[in-house]
C-alpha cells in the first residue's frame, strides 16, 4: 500500500473515533437533559393550582 493513503487512511480512522465518541457524548448529555426536563415536568411542586383544603369531619 502507498504510504500516503495510509496516513489518510489513519487519520479518517482517528477522525471517525473522535465523532463516534463526540456522538455518544452528545446523546449522553441529551438523556440527562430528557431526564432532568421530565422530572421537573412530573414535579407536583411546579404544577400551579390553587390548593386544595383537608376537611374536618366533626
Do not use: E, F, Q
Not at 471517525?16 to 452528545?26: K, Q
Request: charged share 10%; aromatic share 2%.
Amino acid at each position: 500500500m502507498n504510504t500516503s493513503h495510509a496516513k489518510a487512511i489513519k487519520g479518517m480512522s482517528i477522525a471517525n473515533i473522535v465523532l463516534a465518541s463526540l456522538g455518544i457524548i452528545g446523546i449522553l448529555i441529551a438523556w440527562a437533559m430528557l431526564g432532568v426536563g421530565g422530572a421537573a415536568i412530573n414535579d407536583s411542586a411546579t404544577i400551579t393550582s390553587t390548593p386544595t383544603r383537608a376537611t374536618s369531619s366533626r
